[in-house]
């Protein structure tokens, strides 16, 4: 594809219900991100994948928040038992493997609302 | 917080102005970047700047980067209001432990008029 999409654009939830959240990143990119943004916290970062290495977990919220990433392409971002605070845009990007000094292009995000 | 500071907050400027967001960080870095968010949605990749570079230009843009005072500027010349948007800047760490994640800013909210 021509970009990092993501689906769904909107999902709407009860509190207490599991949701996924989908992430296809740019073909070849190795790296992938998901970030989320939300109005009392700004952009954070919550995990890393790099082609087949343990991910980076540093960023995720509670044990409620899991992610994978099959075949080093899709990812999905799962959160367990919803809470009001968990409402946010879910932004995934990916990037080539030199990370440090590549940028990274951003999906469209998942706008996640709890109910 | 781990995120550095921007400000202003919000920018309001006439088209044809120049518009400067500035961005304060708190630890040593490999690169700063700045992105755009038009609409709370996806970033745009604007620039990248290497902590051993002072000055970069792009187009209209221009950045700088103080790392003695962990600091840096976005200027943007004659500005257009289609550069009405949010503006973030984003350090990667140099312990981030090679992941380049993005350590943001809590960015700018630009408006141009016409």
């Known amino acids: 594809g021509a970009g990092v999409s993501q689906s769904p654009s909107n999902k709407v939830t009860e509190k207490g219900k599991d949701v996924e959240l989908r992430c296809d990143p740019i073909s070849g990119h190795t790296a992938l991100y998901w970030y989320r943004q939300s109005l009392g916290q700004g952009l954070e970062f919550l995990i890393y994948f790099q082609g087949n290495s343990a991910p980076d977990k540093s960023g995720l919220p509670s044990d409620r928040f899991s992610a994978e990433r099959t075949g080093g392409s899709v990812s999905t971002l799962t959160i367990q038992r919803t809470q009001q605070e968990d409402s946010a845009v879910y932004l995934c990007?990916?990037?080539?493997?030199?990370?440090?000094?590549?940028?990274?292009?951003f999906g469209p995000g998942t706008r996640l609302t709890v109910l | 917080s781990q995120q550095g500071e921007e400000d202003p907050q919000a920018l309001s400027i006439q088209e044809g102005e120049n518009a400067t967001m500035n961005c304060s960080y708190k630890t040593s870095i490999n690169n700063l970047q700045w992105y755009r968010q038009n609409s709370g949605r996806g970033l745009v990749h604007l620039i990248l700047?290497?902590?051993?570079?002072r000055e970069k230009h792009s187009g209209r843009l221009r950045v700088t980067l103080d790392t003695s005072k962990k600091s840096s500027s976005l200027l943007i010349t004659a500005s257009r209001a289609a550069d009405t948007a949010s503006y973030f800047c984003?350090?990667?760490?140099?312990?981030?432990?090679?992941?380049?994640?993005?350590?943001f800013g809590q960015g700018t909210t630009l408006q141009v008029k016409p």
């Open positions: 984003a350090t990667v760490r140099t312990r981030s432990g090679n992941t380049g994640k993005l350590i």
């Open positions: 700047i290497r902590s051993n570079e």
């Open positions: 990007a990916s990037s080539s493997p030199d990370v440090t000094y590549n940028e990274q292009f």
